[in-house]
């Protein structure tokens, strides 16, 4: 390889690896070498000896930095052809050894005098051994690296002289050729902008505007123009000028091409003043005067600024940047300036507000680089705080007829609607704001009953009162009513023993039902399963007075207003009764007095007008001295005694003569006749007191 760049093929015989060569194995090899190899074919085809010279540097690096880098043996270790290795290791040993920052210099010397970036070739240069350590090719690139750099001094020099002398376009021009001799020249850019910025806000002569504005982060920059060119080989290149207090003007590049002529500074120095400019490249030099664009403050505002109202009340709330050291707000309002409101960490909240239009701008803070802090040009949003009704504080409910009646405290001036939520209904307090898209609920549609409102039966159902004015809403309190599903009474009737006896049709689906017995000003409640009605049925303590009773599915719920349905009950008139006996006379010596009768009625109440017509029939023996039967009916029997239902008063007993005209021994039983005689019980005394002998 110290001729050139040769592999050993078969039968000793040497081949060139050339450009051919390289081509062939990237596509014999592919894969990860692909990339690589396609690289030194490009290289070599732009300089025969470049692959040669690549391979020297290496080689030599790594020979001067093994141990045994000056023995032949380590040389062809690395691949080198024995022939060849002693010279090379000679050869290492005896050349310059570069330190890690002179190597990074001599490995980016030429990408800088390519890119036309000669003041950095320039400084690279003066970091390797003087006159290229010997090496022809790198002291001709030092020569011509120093003969531009004296180029672009004088072209400079020439043009500061025409800007002094007030010439600006003699001096734009001399500073335009500085820059194309020295594309990196900071001195040269910077006085391009100097003399091209914008003057009171304008733009330059030519019809390109530049501007800078503040992104969430970022800068972004734009350029609004027609095409400069219609040249292909044109770019653009975006650079910012930071300006630093005390110290020189800082100068990096931000992005190159962008076909849709916007760029993005994704590392702005927040606090500090900024200017960028675009310069036209033509083959990476510059082609001519930047476009530039006016001094922005690198402070930007909060974003995403978001606010609702309430009550008095105004929430806001804001994205700030990170870079911040935090945000001043500043609160107007029809009143004046607000103050004491509570600000936190993007958000705020002012309570206590006035009816009106209101403003709130917001300032962000930033350290500059000379320690101040400086604030934010500043944001404002506009928002109105709205009338809100008054809440409804509680809400009762009084049942009465089958209905229920509210009334509630609270919702001064405001809409109260008693509504049914679909879902949970909210917190009471909660603000709600009309949406179209999710409407309030409608008001109840129960049936009015009584100055009330009936629940359908077998519903349970959370009323809440709702506070309306216009599109706002408050939310309040709840209730729950429940009306049980209805259950009809069949049947009651009186049984012995104080009790009456209640028969119904037990309704679908219900675990127990609530039988409400109300007498004499009282009313008592009694529950019954269903597996216990079935087997017992219902009996329930009552007094002769009259009595209702009404029926109704038990109540699901502890904590409801329980509404009956109407129509569920029936009244059971007060226990009217007949008492009838004999009464022996009084005893006169020997011989007792002649028997009477006395019938009394009993009633606990008032008495109906029509009462039974009470007989007394009586059954005569056969004349063998036995008892005979008691009459079973009205007719079995000879009737002996008629007394109108008239002639009954109540607690006033009737006294008649005890009857004659049957034969001894006779039996006596008495029976109610007429209208209301299922509805008056007769009260039997002990039969054997009826028998007469």
């Given at each position: 390889m110290l001729d050139g760049v040769f592999e050993e093929r078969a039968a000793r015989r040497w081949h060139h690896i050339g450009a051919d060569r390289l081509r062939r194995t990237a596509t014999a090899l592919g894969g990860t070498y692909g990339p690589l190899l396609t690289r030194l074919e490009a290289v070599q085809l732009q300089d025969a000896t470049a692959l040669r010279r690549i391979l020297l540097y290496q080689l030599v690096e790594l020979l001067q930095a093994h141990p045994q880098g000056s023995e032949p043996e380590t040389a062809v270790s690395l691949g080198v052809c024995p022939q060849e290795a002693g010279a090379l290791a000679r050869w290492a040993a005896a050349c310059y050894r570069l330190d890690s920052e002179q190597r990074r210099a001599a490995e980016e010397l030429e990408d800088a005098w390519d890119g036309g970036r000669v003041r950095r070739a320039a400084r690279l240069a003066a970091l390797l051994p003087p006159e290229g350590g010997g090496d022809a090719l790198l002291r001709r690139r030092f020569a011509d690296i120093a003969a531009r750099v004296r180029a672009a001094d004088a072209a400079l020099d020439a043009a500061r002289e025409a800007e002094r002398s007030g010439d600006v376009r003699a001096a734009e021009d001399g500073f335009l050729q500085a820059a194309r001799l020295a594309s990196d020249c900071p001195r040269a850019r910077l006085a391009l902008v100097r003399l091209r910025r914008p003057a009171d806000g304008g733009s330059t002569e030519s019809d390109e505007v530049l501007t800078a504005d503040h992104a969430p982060g970022t800068v972004a920059v734009s350029l609004a123009s027609a095409p400069l060119s219609d040249?292909?080989?044109?770019?653009?290149?975006?650079?910012?000028?930071?300006?630093?207090?005390?110290?020189?003007?800082?100068?990096?590049?931000?992005?190159?091409?962008?076909?849709?002529?916007?760029?993005?500074?994704?590392?702005?120095?927040?606090?500090?003043?900024?200017?960028?400019?675009?310069?036209?490249?033509?083959?990476?030099?510059?082609?001519?005067?930047?476009?530039?664009?006016?001094?922005?403050?690198?402070?930007?505002?909060?974003?995403?600024?978001?606010?609702?109202?309430?009550?008095?009340?105004?929430?806001?709330?804001?994205?700030?940047?990170?870079?911040?050291?935090?945000?001043?707000?500043?609160?107007?309002?029809?009143?004046?300036?607000?103050?004491?409101?509570?600000?936190?960490?993007?958000?705020?909240?002012?309570?206590?507000?006035?009816?009106?239009?209101?403003?709130?701008?917001?300032?962000?803070?930033?350290?500059?680089?000379?320690?101040?802090?400086?604030?934010?040009?500043?944001?404002?949003?506009?928002?109105?705080?709205?009338?809100?009704?008054?809440?409804?504080?509680?809400?009762?409910?009084?049942?009465?007829?089958?209905?229920?009646?509210?009334?509630?405290?609270?919702?001064?001036?405001?809409?109260?609607?008693?509504?049914?939520?679909?879902?949970?209904?909210?917190?009471?307090?909660?603000?709600?704001?009309?949406?179209?898209?999710?409407?309030?609920?409608?008001?109840?549609?129960?049936?009015?009953?009584?100055?009330?409102?009936?629940?359908?039966?077998?519903?349970?159902?959370?009323?809440?009162?709702?506070?309306?004015?216009?599109p706002h809403a408050v939310a309040g309190p709840g209730l729950l009513v429940e009306c049980p599903p209805a259950v009809a009474v069949a049947r009651v009737e009186r049984v012995d023993g104080g009790r009456a006896r209640i028969t119904f049709g037990w309704p679908a689906g219900t675990g127990q039902v609530a039988a409400t017995v109300e007498q004499d000003g009282g009313s008592t409640v009694h529950r019954v399963a269903r597996s216990t009605y079935v087997r017992e049925g219902l009996y329930v303590d009552v007094t002769p007075?009259?009595?209702?009773?009404?029926?109704?599915?038990?109540?699901?719920?502890?904590?409801?207003?329980?509404?009956?349905?109407?129509?569920?009950?029936?009244?059971?008139?007060?226990?009217?009764?007949?008492?009838?006996?004999?009464?022996?006379?009084?005893?006169?010596?020997?011989?007792?007095?002649?028997?009477?009768?006395?019938?009394?009625?009993?009633?606990?109440?008032?008495?109906?007008?029509?009462?039974?017509?009470?007989?007394?029939?009586?059954?005569?023996?056969?004349?063998?001295?036995?008892?005979?039967?008691?009459?079973?009916?009205?007719?079995?029997?000879?009737?002996?005694?008629?007394?109108?239902?008239?002639?009954?008063?109540?607690?006033?007993?009737?006294?008649?003569?005890?009857?004659?005209?049957?034969?001894?021994?006779?039996?006596?039983?008495?029976?109610?006749?007429?209208?209301?005689?299922?509805?008056?019980?007769?009260?039997?005394?002990?039969?054997?007191?009826?028998?007469?002998?």
């Open positions: 040249d292909a080989a044109l770019d653009r290149q975006v650079v910012r000028l930071t300006r630093v207090p005390g110290g020189p003007t800082g100068i990096s590049e931000i992005a190159g091409a962008s076909p849709e002529l916007s760029w993005v500074d994704r590392d702005p120095p927040f606090g500090q003043e900024v200017r960028y400019a675009v310069f036209p490249l033509r083959d990476g030099v510059v082609d001519g005067p930047p476009v530039v664009s006016d001094v922005l403050l690198v402070a930007p505002d909060v974003s995403a600024v978001r606010s609702t109202t309430g009550p008095g009340r105004i929430d806001a709330a804001w994205t700030e940047p990170s870079e911040a050291l935090g945000v001043r707000v500043a609160l107007e309002g029809p009143d004046g300036r607000v103050e004491g409101f509570e600000v936190r960490t993007g958000a705020l909240t002012a309570t206590g507000l006035s009816i009106g239009a209101y403003e709130l701008r917001f300032h962000c803070r930033y350290r500059s680089p000379d320690g101040s802090v400086i604030e934010s040009e500043g944001t404002g949003h506009r928002v109105t705080v709205h009338p809100w009704p008054a809440p409804v504080r509680r809400l009762d409910a009084a049942v009465a007829e089958g209905s229920v009646r509210f009334s509630w405290s609270g919702g001064k001036g405001a809409e109260v609607r008693l509504v049914s939520w679909p879902a949970d209904p909210p917190e009471p307090g909660t603000e709600l704001r009309h949406d179209p898209a999710r409407p309030w609920p409608a008001p109840l549609s129960w049936e009015p009953v009584a100055g009330g409102l009936a629940p359908p039966p077998a519903s349970v159902t959370r009323v809440s009162a709702l506070s309306v004015l216009g007075s009259a009595f209702s009773v009404a029926l109704s599915a038990a109540p699901r719920t502890t904590d409801a207003v329980v509404v009956l349905p109407p129509g569920n009950g029936t009244t059971v008139p007060a226990e009217i009764a007949v008492r009838y006996r004999i009464v022996a006379g009084a005893r006169k010596g020997w011989r007792r007095g002649p028997s009477h009768l006395l019938v009394t009625l009993s009633c606990p109440g008032e008495v109906p007008n029509r009462l039974p017509e009470f007989v007394l029939v009586g059954r005569a023996g056969t004349g063998d001295g036995r008892v005979p039967v008691r009459p079973l009916n009205p007719m079995d029997g000879t009737t002996v005694l008629r007394l109108d239902g008239a002639a009954l008063r109540a607690g006033r007993p009737v006294e008649l003569p005890a009857p004659s005209g049957l034969r001894p021994p006779y039996v006596l039983r008495g029976f109610l006749l007429g209208d209301g005689a299922a509805d008056v019980r007769l009260d039997d005394p002990s039969p054997t007191t009826l028998v007469v002998r």
